[in-house]
């Protein structure tokens, strides 16, 4: 995947924002909070779940991102040949997008539009019963 493919395909996903820091790094952030970047040499690190990353971080290509890994986060960097298919990857940036998104506030997730199903009334709770005496 391409620096342009993966910007125009971050750029696509609800309520995102692309910065460039850290050296030029492409960094996308949803509700101010990372999912994705791309390095100025082409790497692609995105947040991984725990499953993810279990599965993937020894698959040739990919490994633990420098940095966010080593301070025991959940990430993983795409950084060689043969690493996933274009469409794989686009489909783990696609979920690196919607965990973040969830784990953010609810009043900010209702400001970005993502929370568009009715909010649940938490069920009424029993009387106690006292013993008349």
């Known amino acids: 995947m391409t620096r342009e493919d993966f910007d125009l395909l971050c750029g696509s996903l609800p309520a995102t ?3 460039i820091q850290w050296g030029g790094a492409h960094v996308w952030k949803v509700g101010g909070k990372v999912f994705a970047l791309a390095g100025p040499a082409g790497a692609i690190t995105f947040k991984a779940s725990d499953m993810t990353y ?4 020894d698959h040739p290509g990919l490994r633990p991102a420098p940095y966010l890994a080593s301070r025991g986060l959940k990430w993983l960097q795409h950084y060689a040949e043969p ?3 274009d469409d794989a990857l686009a489909d783990y940036l696609r979920h690196a997008h919607a965990m973040v998104a969830r ?5 900010l997730r209702a400001e970005l539009g993502f929370d568009d199903a ?3 009334v938490p069920a009424a709770r029993p009387k106690s019963r006292r013993a008349r005496g």
């Open 17 to 19: 924002t692309r910065v």
């Open 54 to 57: 279990e599965l993937l971080q």
């Open 83 to 85: 690493g996933l298919p």
């Open 103 to 107: 784990a953010l506030p609810r009043k």
């Open 118 to 120: 009715p909010k649940t």
